[in-house]
């Protein structure tokens, strides 16, 4: 019979792995590791993964021999579904994980494998990523950061944007375009790069929440050993669809969505601004089912994903399905947990009366950018009609 919390039925390896998951959120989720606020709140992030990397938990679609467990879908589905359902933080590094980590050990070298990942899973790396650049987001093809070849190092000048974590990570990977003369998808490489490189600089950005959590990024004459190129180098467009198609579709997403449906569910099931029955109400009850199998789907799509991208394959199409999906279900999430907390879901952060410490007005604040982060819905849904539909390029 299917197991009733994920649906599917589980054998023996999977059993146990549940188990083991099980035991370790109960013992190592505390509140050492939980809350806080800028500073402290990246400490316990760190010390979170540190847990997680001890217990060989950081990152379990990786291959056994770089640090993870070779996770099969199941496994990765129920991973997924007992953390959501512990509530429990995601790590400090959680895109290295689930996007440079399987880049690197789809197109580094023996060094860089051995030097990059372990740091990854430790956290004494925290990476961001430096794609985006004023006039180059959904179009990153046309992006003007140049490195320029001088003996055994690029020397790299340009500015990017919208970079996530620059202010507490370390370490950077970024696309630069290296050979001018190459048509618009050729020529670009894609580097990795220490964030106090001289000729580096970090400007926060306030958004609309009032936190800074992006960054500009300016380079001037920042010089990177050539060693530090991902792929071959003036290739390395190839290797950047490896990373977004891992972006659009990787676990850390379904982490967070099932930790999101989970809160959501637990608002739902309490009297709220739009039941006193709360669950038994059938409207309230309906949009909750209808939130579930979406991400259910999200599951399913993330964990196949997952698995073949160990393997050395690259997320296709789907990737842009997945991103998708997210992207509308996480709005729809954060609109409806201000129905349901009404007035004081609408309260910020420090309001005595705010609806869960106002996480609710937090969120739906953060979540209008979900629609263009990592690739706008109009990106994806052409990337859907050509790659999937067959139907005409865009032009």
Known sequence: MPDQDYGVTLGEADAAFRDEVRDFLSTALDDDVRGGRGTEALQRARRWQGRLAAAGLAAISWPVEHGGRSATPVQQLIFAAEMARARAPEPINRSAINQLGPTIIQWGTDDQRAHY??????????????????????????????????????VIDGQKIWTSKAHYANKIYILCRTDPDAERHAGIS????????????????????????????????????????????????????????????????????????????????APNALSDDGLADSYVADQLVRFAAKVEALRQISAQATAAGVRGISPGPEASVAKLLTSEVDQSMANFGLDLTGVTGTLERGSPSAAKKGNVAHS????????????????????????????????
């Not at 093809?141 to 320029?148: E, F, I, K």
Request: glycine share 10%; aromatic share 6%; proline share 5%.
């Open 190 to 269: 894609y580097v990795l790069a220490d964030l106090d490189t001289p000729g580096i600089e970090i400007r926060p950005i306030r958004q609309i929440t009032g936190d800074a959590e992006f960054s500009e990024v300016f380079f001037d004459g920042a010089r990177i050993p050539l060693t530090n190129v991902l792929g071959p180098l003036h290739h390395g467009w190839k290797v950047a669809k490896s990373t977004l198609g891992y972006e659009r579709v990787g676990q850390s997403r379904t982490h967070r969505i099932e930790r999101r449906l989970a809160i959501l569910t637990g608002l739902a099931d």
């Open 117 to 154: 990942l372990p740091r990854i899973l430790s956290a004494d790396d925290v990476w961001c990523q430096g794609f985006s650049e004023p006039d180059a987001g959904s179009d990153l093809a046309s992006l003007r950061t140049r490195g320029v070849l001088d003996g055994e190092h690029l």
């Open 364 to 395: 739906y604040l953060v979540m209008r950018a979900a629609t263009f982060g990592a690739g706008t819905s109009e990106i994806q849904r052409n990337i859907i009609a050509e790659k999937l539909l067959g139907l005409p390029r865009d032009v």
